[in-house]
């Protein structure tokens, strides 16, 4: 069971990983302002 968890976070891109993120931690309210993404990380 944890190997599965770890080789699933593995096999995650950056930009999906931020999208699950924000669906399961970011409340709806804070999501966007102005349309912009309060939760984002720049590389």
Known sequence: MEQAA???????T???AL??????YVPRTL????????LAISS
């Open 31 to 38: 999501e966007s302002v102005g349309g912009e993404k309060l």
């Open 6 to 12: 770890v080789d699933y976070i593995a096999g995650m």
């Open 14 to 16: 950056d930009r999906y």
């Open 19 to 24: 999208t699950i993120f924000n669906q399961l």
